[in-house]
C-alpha cells in the first residue's frame, strides 16, 4: 500500500512534496494508517483532532490517544472541542451536518493562521461507495453521483483509490493502533445501514462489485465534465451580465431540446432549491420572481433576471454646496460651466439659482412625479418607468437627484424640466455620471 500511496501522490499530487501539511487525525483506524504512511514517506505533517464531545468519556479517549501519539512521535498537533449538539440545535442542523461544518470551519482556519498549504483527509473507496448510494437513495443529480472529490480547493483526499480491505490489512501488517468509533456499530444512521446491510449484500452479488463502482464513477465524472463544458457554451449564449445582474434569453433558453437541465446548472450555485417553481416561470407572466436566501429571480418580459437580494430601504447622500464630487453611491462630478453643450444620459446642466442646498441622492418611492425633459406636464415615476419599460430590478437601481425632495434627475435616465439650464441662466451648474 506504501508503494501504491507514493506513486498516486507522484502522479496525482506532486505538489505536495515540500509543503506543510495537516493531517485531519480522529484516531481511527483510516487516519491512523493515514498518519502512519506520510510519515514513512517523509512529508511535513502536523495533525488536526476534532473533540466533538458527542460520545462522553469515549471522545476525550480519542483525543487522549491522538495527542499521546502525536507526543510520542515528535508531531505537532493542534486539538479543539465543540459544543456539536447544541450547535446544531442553534442552527437547525443534523448532528453529522453540524459535526462536518464546525471541523472544515476549524480546518481553514488553521490553513490560514498556521500557514499550512492543504489539509489531508482519509476518506476511501468504500467511503466513496457509501456517499454515492446515501445520494442515490435520497434523489440526486449527476453531481450527487460522481463521488467525493479528490481535491476540493485547499483539502486532498488521497486514500479515495483505496478500499477498506486494503486499509485494515495495512493496519494488521504494520501493528497500528487506532481506537475504535462505538457509533460506527449503531445502524442510527443511514451511512451505517448501508455500510452494515446495503454493501456486504452488494459485494456479494459481485466480489469485484468496488472496483466495478470506480469504474462506474469514472465514467460519470467524465460526463460530468462534458455537461460542465455544454454548459458553459450554451450560457455564453443564452446569458447576459451585467455587474451582479445576469439575464437569460427566454426565447434563445427555450430553443433548447432541454432547457431545464441548463437553467438548474446555472442556478444551482446561487442556493435555488424550488426548482418545478423556477421552470414554472418561463412560462409565467411578467413580474413573478423567486427568492433564494441571497437571490432573486425575476421574469420580466422575455428574460429571466437574476440578482442579488440587497437592502431597499431609501438611504439618502447629500451634496453640499460647492462639492465637487461624489464617491457614494454613484460617482458623480459636479463642476460650474459657463455654457451649454449638448446633454447626454450621463450630463446635464442645471440652473444652480433654482437648487437648494444641500441636494440629496436617494432611491426612488410611490407617490414621486416629475416634469420630464422634452414632455409635457408633470408625470408620475412610476408612470414613467412603465413607459420606459423598465424591470423591477431596473427600477430598483434608479437614483434620483433632489432639491428640496423635488426631483431634478432621475440619474442617467431623464432630468426635470423645472431645473434644466438654458441660455438666460446666468450660474450653470455640470452634473456628470462618471462610469
Known amino acids: 500500500m506504501l508503494e501504491k500511496l507514493k506513486n498516486h501522490l507522484s502522479k496525482t499530487f506532486p505538489f505536495l512534496e515540500n509543503k506543510k501539511i495537516l493531517l485531519a487525525t480522529s484516531g481511527g483506524i483510516d487516519s491512523m494508517v493515514m498518519l502512519d504512511l506520510f510519515q514513512k514517506l517523509n512529508y511535513n505533517i502536523a495533525i488536526a483532532h476534532c473533540n466533538f464531545q458527542l460520545r462522553g468519556l469515549e471522545s476525550f479517549g480519542d483525543q487522549q490517544f491522538v495527542q499521546d501519539y502525536a507526543s510520542n512521535n515528535n508531531i505537532p498537533a493542534f486539538i479543539t472541542h465543540f459544543d456539536t449538539e447544541n450547535f446544531a440545535k442553534d442552527y437547525k442542523l443534523s448532528t453529522q451536518i453540524a459535526a462536518r461544518e464546525l471541523r472544515y470551519n476549524w480546518f481553514y482556519e488553521l490553513l490560514e493562521t498556521q500557514n499550512?498549504?492543504?489539509?489531508?483527509?482519509?476518506?476511501?473507496?468504500?467511503?466513496?461507495?457509501?456517499?454515492?448510494?446515501?445520494?442515490?437513495?435520497?434523489?440526486?443529480?449527476?453531481?450527487?453521483l460522481t463521488g467525493i472529490p479528490e481535491q476540493n480547493e485547499q483539502i486532498i483526499r488521497p486514500l479515495l483509490p483505496f478500499s477498506r480491505n486494503e486499509i485494515e490489512g495495512y493496519a494488521k501488517e504494520y501493528n497500528i493502533k487506532w481506537r475504535e468509533d462505538s457509533s460506527n456499530a449503531s445502524d442510527k444512521y443511514l451511512r451505517n445501514k448501508i455500510r452494515h446491510d446495503l454493501v456486504p449484500i452488494l459485494k456479494e452479488l459481485n466480489p469485484n462489485f468496488l472496483y466495478s463502482f470506480q469504474k462506474t464513477q469514472n465514467y460519470l465524472q467524465e460526463s460530468q465534465i462534458m455537461v460542465e463544458d455544454a454548459t458553459i457554451m450554451i450560457y455564453q449564449q443564452v446569458a447576459k451580465e451585467d455587474n451582479e445582474v445576469i439575464s437569460f434569453d427566454l426565447k434563445k433558453l427555450t430553443q433548447l431540446p432541454n432547457y431545464k437541465s441548463y437553467?438548474?446548472?446555472?442556478?444551482?450555485?446561487?442556493?435555488?432549491?424550488?426548482?418545478?417553481?423556477?421552470?414554472?416561470?418561463?412560462?409565467?407572466?411578467?413580474?413573478?420572481q423567486i427568492f433564494s436566501k441571497n437571490y432573486r429571480l425575476l421574469k420580466n418580459r422575455d428574460f429571466l433576471i437574476l440578482s442579488p437580494i440587497k437592502d431597499l430601504e431609501n438611504e439618502s447622500y447629500f451634496i453640499e454646496k460647492g462639492q465637487k464630487e461624489v464617491k457614494i453611491p454613484l460617482n458623480l462630478s459636479i463642476c460650474k460651466v459657463n455654457d451649454i453643450s449638448t446633454p447626454k444620459n450621463t450630463i446635464i446642466f442645471v440652473d444652480e439659482d433654482k437648487l437648494q442646498f444641500p441636494l440629496t441622492i436617494r432611491k426612488w418611492n410611490e407617490g414621486d412625479s416629475f416634469y420630464p425633459s422634452g414632455m409635457d406636464g408633470k408625470k408620475k415615476l412610476s408612470k414613467y418607468f412603465k413607459d420606459e419599460k423598465l424591470s423591477l430590478i431596473e427600477k430598483e437601481n434608479t437614483w434620483l437627484l433632489c432639491s428640496n425632495n423635488q426631483i431634478v434627475w432621475v440619474i442617467e435616465k431623464r432630468a426635470d424640466q423645472q431645473f434644466i439650464a438654458n441660455k438666460t441662466t446666468k450660474n450653470i451648474i455640470q452634473l456628470e455620471l462618471i462610469q
Open 116 to 144: 499550512f498549504d492543504y489539509i489531508l483527509t482519509a476518506h476511501h473507496a468504500d467511503d466513496n461507495l457509501e456517499t454515492f448510494l446515501i445520494n442515490l437513495t435520497r434523489g440526486t443529480g449527476l453531481d450527487g
Open 263 to 288: 437553467l438548474y446548472q446555472w442556478l444551482r450555485e446561487y442556493d435555488f432549491t424550488a426548482w418545478e417553481d423556477i421552470y414554472d416561470l418561463v412560462e409565467s407572466q411578467s413580474g413573478k
